[in-house]
């Protein structure tokens, strides 16, 4: 057995079809086939059912592919541990992160990152939760920034900072003249929200307490993709939405004119690194932590205690 023949069952896994799998391994598909073949024998079992069309794996083959997922995760990272032993951070780092953090984080501390690490590689994309979940745990991502806790048994969430919610609201709606909001002062059928699929959506639905909330007298159901969308809205069209912190710090002096703050304790989204129980890079993960909690703004205080983490579930 051999990690150039887990390579093989993977490409098979993911083209269903031994001649595409060959032609993206950059081999003939006999030794392709001949390899698969081989490694079926020393298992003794069958990873794929070729009786099929497009082939299967089997249900053992599964198992066996979920496996040689990992095997081969671990392998990548072997040469680049092996330079941290000896104090440096090199190689490629895959990030995922939500699209609510993206555009506040990043500007924040990317520079910062291939300044300090200017041998390390580094890959981000956007991403929704579930996709960084998923993209995780097959491999395809190696941590993810995202809104936690996502209460999964084989990741480990490593806390970075808690960010306050803050309401964004028009002057056409009628709230308390006080200086701090109650979440249940709010009208839901005044609320702007973000599209089906984002953390932040579920996370405004438990904080509000929509969800046995009616909004069946609303005229207009527009569910927005991004913050800047949900803020453009109530621009536009009056209501209110709910933004985080570093959101707000993006605003122009006349929006910020239009910002609320909860009342104690602050409804916050904890923000996490979240990467595999068995990620082996420590020290890069380490350092990376470090970077981003060095960058964030003064008045995000990542040990603050009066505060209400809203969950997502």
Same mark, same amino acid.
């Given at each position: 057995?051999?990690?150039?023949?887990?390579?093989?069952?993977?490409?098979?896994?993911?083209?269903?079809?031994?001649?595409?799998?060959?032609?993206?391994?950059?081999?003939?598909?006999?030794?392709?086939?001949?390899?698969?073949?081989?490694?079926?024998?020393?298992?003794?079992?069958?990873?794929?059912?070729?009786?099929?069309?497009?082939?299967?794996?089997?249900?053992?083959?599964?198992?066996?592919?979920?496996?040689?997922?990992?095997?081969?995760?671990?392998?990548?990272?072997?040469?680049?541990?092996?330079?941290?032993?000896?104090?440096?951070?090199?190689?490629?780092?895959?990030?995922? $992160?939500?699209?609510?953090?993206?555009?506040?984080?990043?500007?924040?501390?990317?520079?910062?990152f291939s300044e300090r690490f200017?041998?390390?590689?580094?890959?981000?994309?956007?991403?929704?939760?579930?996709?960084?979940?998923?993209?995780?745990?097959?491999?395809?991502?190696?941590?993810?920034?995202?809104?936690?806790?996502?209460?999964?048994?084989?990741?480990?969430?490593?806390?970075?900072?808690?960010?306050?919610?803050?309401?964004?609201?028009?002057?056409?709606?009628?709230?308390?003249?006080?200086?701090?909001?109650?979440?249940?002062?709010?009208?839901?059928?005044?609320?702007?929200?973000?599209?089906?699929?984002?953390?932040?959506?579920?996370?405004?639905?438990?904080?509000?307490?929509?969800?046995?909330?009616?909004?069946?007298?609303?005229?207009?159901?527009?569910?927005?993709?991004?913050?800047?969308?949900?803020?453009?809205?109530?621009?536009?069209?009056?209501? $209110?939405?709910?933004?985080?912190?570093?959101?707000?710090?993006?605003?122009?002096?006349?929006?910020?004119?239009?910002?609320?703050?909860?009342?104690?304790?602050?409804?916050?989204?904890? $923000?996490?690194?979240?990467?595999?129980?068995?990620?082996?890079?420590?020290?890069?993960?380490?350092?990376?932590?470090?970077?981003?909690?060095?960058?964030?703004?003064?008045?995000?205080?990542p040990k603050n205690r009066n505060?209400?983490?809203?969950?997502?579930?």
């Open positions: 057995m051999n990690l150039q023949q887990l390579e093989y069952i993977i490409a098979v896994d993911e083209h269903r079809h031994f001649a595409r799998a060959a032609e993206h391994s950059f081999v003939t598909q006999p030794t392709l086939s001949m390899m698969i073949q081989k490694l079926e024998e020393e298992l003794g079992l069958k990873i794929f059912d070729r009786s099929k069309h497009p082939i299967e794996p089997t249900q053992e083959g599964e198992e066996i592919i979920r496996r040689a997922k990992a095997i081969l995760s671990e392998a990548a990272h072997l040469r680049d541990y092996s330079q941290e032993l000896k104090g440096e951070i090199t190689g490629d780092l895959h990030i995922g $992160i939500i699209p609510t953090l993206a555009p506040y984080l990043l500007p924040m501390c990317l520079k910062n200017p041998k390390l590689r580094l890959h981000v994309r956007e991403m929704i939760t579930d996709e960084i979940v998923a993209a995780i745990k097959a491999g395809k991502t190696d941590m993810g920034l995202l809104a936690t806790p996502v209460n999964e048994p084989n990741l480990t969430e490593h806390v970075l900072f808690y960010e306050a919610f803050y309401a964004y609201v028009s002057s056409s709606e009628k709230l308390p003249n006080k200086k701090y909001l109650l979440p249940k002062q709010i009208n839901p059928d005044h609320l702007w929200l973000l599209e089906e699929g984002h953390c932040l959506r579920s996370q405004i639905y438990n904080l509000c307490e929509l969800k046995h909330q009616s909004r069946e007298s609303d005229t207009l159901h527009y569910e927005a993709g991004s913050i800047e969308t949900l803020i453009n809205l109530v621009d536009r069209y009056d209501g $209110i939405t709910i933004i985080p912190h570093l959101a707000v710090l993006n605003l122009k002096p006349s929006q910020k004119k239009k910002v609320r703050e909860f009342s104690n304790p602050k409804p916050v989204r904890e $923000i996490s690194l979240v990467t595999k129980a068995t990620f082996p890079r420590g020290v890069l993960l380490q350092r990376i932590q470090e970077e981003i909690i060095r960058s964030l703004p003064s008045d995000i205080n505060v209400l983490p809203i969950s997502d579930v």
